[in-house]
């Protein structure tokens, strides 16, 4: 299993070569516009286009709580749009983040690494408005991803 490796720098900048997976939280709603998801949009608009898009047709797609859109940015690197988070502010007292939504979002995640040979790049996922615990996230990167051996990276901003 290899390990989680923890670097200082912007997840929207890859390191290493090759096929690189840049992967986020999104919510529910079809929300686009706070935190990481605005590094996202410098980095390309493709993503939010997709999210968008995505969400205005959820009645005849798979947009829900756990799912993921690949959206590709360049010729090496992908973007995740992982649903895992509901709503977009605590209510009564509990935070939008789904764990477990997230968990099945980094399976897929992991699955679609392994079959194109790819490095998963992220911030601390679901620690900023989605108001969860990295100590909670963590093992379910390792769980879904690091287990099977894809390298895992995340960045902190220095």
Not at 62 to 81: E, K, R, T
Not at 89 to 114: M, N
Not at 122 to 136: D, F, H, N, Y
Request: hydrophobic share 40%; aromatic share 8%.
């Amino acid at each position: 299993m290899k390990k989680i490796i923890y670097t200082v720098g912007d997840a929207t900048k890859p390191e290493g070569i090759g096929s690189k997976i840049i992967a986020h939280i999104c919510n529910d709603i079809g929300a686009w516009g706070k935190g990481f998801v605005l590094a996202i949009s410098k980095l390309s608009p493709a993503p939010e286009r997709a999210f968008r898009e995505w969400y205005a047709n959820r009645e005849h797609n798979d947009f829900a709580l756990g799912a993921v859109q690949f959206v590709s940015v360049s010729s090496d690197i992908l973007v995740a749009n992982m649903i895992g988070q509901h709503g977009i502010r605590a209510s009564r007292g509990v935070p939008p983040i789904r764990y477990d939504a997230i968990e099945t979002a980094l399976k897929t995640v992991g699955e679609k690494a392994q079959a194109e040979n790819a490095s998963v790049h992220l911030p601390r996922i679901g620690c900023g408005l989605a108001g969860g615990k990295w100590s909670e996230i963590e093992p379910l990167i390792e769980r879904q991803i690091s287990a099977s051996g894809v390298p895992v990276f995340v960045y902190d901003l220095p």
